[in-house]
């Protein structure tokens, strides 16, 4: 049961363009959802995050927008450098229930071309 | 400078034999976790522990075995019923579980990849 789904697995953008990462959930308790980017051979490093109770929340040149009717996040990166190819993973979740954990999207390779 | 060590970085395994990964960390956070990387399926949790000499099952946990005998490591041993063994293995530390969970002070270490041969 895959309670957060990255659809795509991959992506290519041109540097200087915008990259719209996407994830959506099924679980409605979760109330904070979070955004790591990952290097080859290296772990996950945090990026950005939101709370349940805002629809967006900026830091630089990324952006994340919750969307929660629709149970669905985006992460936009404006403009993408090639730096910024990574694998990104979408994290969410469910804080003060018993047990709960982070819980992981399968991840989005971005590859942004010079 | 403070972090998170896991060792080694690549492990080869016979099957049928239990092998151990090792996880220290020094930013005396309290809560320490394993999870395993598989293409196309993100990061399961396995195990996690929020203070010493306790941990819980993530998902994953059948397999596996844990101790926190101290509160800067956290080893993994991944026994010969594991059926599928060859991942890449993460280990994560935060300062309590409820900051780890917002993303606050949730650090990373460079992994481990496990192949069984």
């Known amino acids: 049961d895959q309670q957060v789904k990255q659809n795509s697995p991959s992506l290519s953008v041109q540097e200087g363009r915008i990259s719209i990462l996407n994830c959506d959930y099924t679980n409605s308790m979760f109330d904070y959802f979070l955004w790591y980017k990952k290097y080859p051979a290296e772990g996950p490093t945090f990026l950005i995050s939101?709370?349940?109770?805002?629809d967006k929340n900026e830091d630089g040149r990324f952006t994340v927008f919750l969307n929660k009717s629709a149970k669905h996040l985006s992460l936009h990166i404006v403009p993408s450098q090639p730096g910024d190819s990574a694998v990104y993973f979408c994290?969410?979740?469910?804080?003060?229930?018993?047990?709960?954990?982070?819980?992981f999207g399968e991840g989005t390779q971005l590859t942004v071309n010079p | 400078d403070g972090g998170i060590t896991q060792s080694p970085k690549y492990l080869f395994r016979k099957e049928g034999q239990n092998v151990t990964l090792s996880c220290e960390q020094n930013l005396n956070h309290d809560a320490m976790y394993w999870y395993r990387q598989d293409p196309g399926q993100g990061l399961r949790l396995i195990y996690y522990s929020q203070i010493v000499n306790d941990f819980q099952k993530g998902d994953i946990a059948e397999g596996y075995s844990v101790s926190r005998e101290k509160k800067e490591s956290f080893p993994l041993t991944v026994t010969s019923a594991q059926k599928n063994p060859t991942a890449f293995y993460l280990c994560?530390?935060?300062?309590?579980?409820?900051?780890?969970?917002?993303?606050?002070?949730?650090?990373f270490g460079s992994g481990t990849r496990l192949t069984v041969v």
């Open positions: 939101i709370s349940s109770i805002k």
């Open positions: 994560a530390s935060s300062i309590d579980r409820d900051r780890g969970m917002t993303g606050y002070g949730y650090t």
């Open positions: 994290a969410a979740s469910a804080r003060g229930t018993s047990g709960s954990r982070l819980t």
